[in-house]
């Protein structure tokens, strides 16, 4: 019998996914395990896999749809086997089937807007760099075809370096600094001017329509709730830096190649030591109880060429500066390439945001429920401030805290800045 493949949730804060590219055509032979299409979530690019074996009879969402969890993407019947000319997959897990009053195209689109959570199956087709083995097919990531697509560069010129030969991000960039643009069309002649129609008073001819990521569109949801759900308030410290400038650029030298440390891996450490100097800071507000968490699971945000992530370092108080350097640079190296586990980036009790080192002298961030505080972190620079009543010049970076009004108030949030500004200025702590 008819076999429905469905939008599985790829991600935990994932609500719909969209069709990057499907692998198999209607009337292809597929087996249990292999990947139909590759499926764009609001995290990374993911491999969907056949749930059966058998062929694969209709396709329900092309490419380019997106599609809400739980909703048919395709059909699988088994060899041999005709799908009924009347057969329409049910709208949803467990759901009777109903004939459609349009195109599935349309229905597709319309159903986009649906959001409910649906169990993950056991055949998920995780981000992995299993290939199908397809002569027809250039073995490249996900992420490698949409960087190439994005620099206008032919990947059959590329020489892959990723595992059995493929193509990985870091193959493209690479490319992109050579100047390869083989196999490109010519861009087209610019078209007339036209006239500004719609609500907006753009021409059509002056701008470019990008459409939204799943990772955007996420972005841009949860963070307008948690700016009109959770009650903000701000508190800004400056920290001198001078000691523990000082002090990485000594365990760097001596390092002697070993490891190389940033600021940031220090502020996280102090971050992590100041929730435990203040536990009642290190907590999460929920309708029923405030959560206060035993541990500095400490959430570091990354960007990506399309949106942000925040992967965790987990028992962050317990690690040295240099594990929390060399587990940051990791995580980062993965979400860059979009392999990120749900676990390495869910479970966070505490954000470190740093816009220093684009020479950002101060920003407030937003916070990212369930949790209820997040640093932001300024760049370092030469300030004149006064010691012993006299003025010196001394490296000075600002630190803006943002907090949840709801679990932590102003004197409670004024204790752990100041913890973490204690932890800084004495940075010889964060090695003990």
Known sequence: MPVDVRMLQLS??????????????EGDAVESGEVLAEVETDKATMELEAPEDGVLAKIVAPEGATVPVG???????????????????????GAPAETPAEDAGGAVGRASARQEDVALQDHVGRASARQTGSPRRIKASPL???????KGIDLATIQGTGPGGRIIAADVERAASRGLRLGVQQAAPVPERKAATGPLPYHEDEYERVPHTMMRKTIARRLTAAKQEVPHFYLKVDVVADRLLDLRAQLNEAANGA???????????AAA???VDVPRANASWTDEAILRHKHAHISVAVALEDGLITPVVRYAERKSVVEISQEIKALAARAREGKLAPE?????????????MFGIKEFAAIINP??????????????????DGKPVVRQVMTLTLSCDHRVIDGALGAELLAAIKRRLETPASLLL
Do not use: H, Q
């Open 12 to 25: 935990p804060t994932m609500t719909e996914g969209r069709i990057a590219r499907w692998l198999k055509k």
């Open 71 to 93: 909703a048919p993407i395709a059909v699988i019947v088994e060899e041999g086997e005709e799908l009924p000319a009347d057969y329409v997959p049910a709208a949803e897990e």
């Open 144 to 150: 490698a075809r949409r960087l190439a697509k994005m």
């Open 259 to 269: 490891f190389k440390l940033s600021v940031n891996d220090f502020i996280i450490k």
């Open 273 to 275: 030591m100041a929730l």
């Open 344 to 356: 390495e980036y869910t479970g966070g009790t505490f954000t470190v945001s740093n816009l220093g």
């Open 370 to 387: 369930p949790e209820a505080a997040i640093l932001a972190v300024g760049t370092a620079e030469p300030r004149v401030v006064v010691e």
